[in-house]
């Protein structure tokens, strides 16, 4: 089955690194969410590579393309930033904020269904993390620290104009 977006067509606009960073974002989302405590949460990080492989072929189908091509290379993407972020919890934190910001400033050139489409995928995503592990029976699951961050404050919700 073929994606509904064509990621070439779709990053077309974008300088390399550009497609990088997009590709590393449910990577940068991952360790911000499995990172609220003090040291990252195994169980939420495991199930956050498990999740960017479902999504591969079970999320938006319009997003196929975009997360087999995150999936390809998350484990190493994820060692990676794991190695250069602080260990400090807050200097950790603002880091994957400001990293995450760098969003707003992509967003706008890709295509706007496709801006809609990622934007809603991600927010899904930082919410399955967060209620990886914990709970009770599955209540009370995304900590209150997790639910200051699950919405992806610092991302801008794109808007699709209706002409």
Excluded: C, W
Excluded at 28 to 50: C, F, H
Excluded at 88 to 106: P, Q, T
């Amino acid at each position: 089955m073929e994606s509904y977006f064509n990621l070439k067509k779709i990053f077309k606009n974008l300088r390399e690194n550009e497609v990088e960073y997009m590709l590393d974002v449910p990577v940068l989302i991952s360790l911000l969410i499995a990172g609220v405590e003090k040291t990252y949460n195994k169980t939420e990080l495991e199930q956050a590579k498990y999740f960017a492989q479902v999504r591969e072929t079970h999320d938006r189908e319009e997003l196929e393309e975009y997360y087999h091509a995150v999936a390809e290379n998350f484990d190493k993407r994820l060692d990676f930033y794991m190695d250069k972020l602080d260990e400090n919890k807050e200097k950790r934190e603002a880091s994957l904020y400001k990293e995450l910001s760098r969003l707003n400033h992509i967003l706008p050139v890709l295509d706007p269904k496709f801006q809609v489409e990622l934007y809603a995928s991600l927010k899904t995503y930082a919410r399955h993390i967060a209620e990886a592990s914990g709970g009770i029976l599955g209540y009370f699951a995304i900590t209150p620290e997790e639910l200051k961050l699950i919405d992806l404050p610092m991302i801008e919700k794109p808007q699709l104009d209706e002409d």
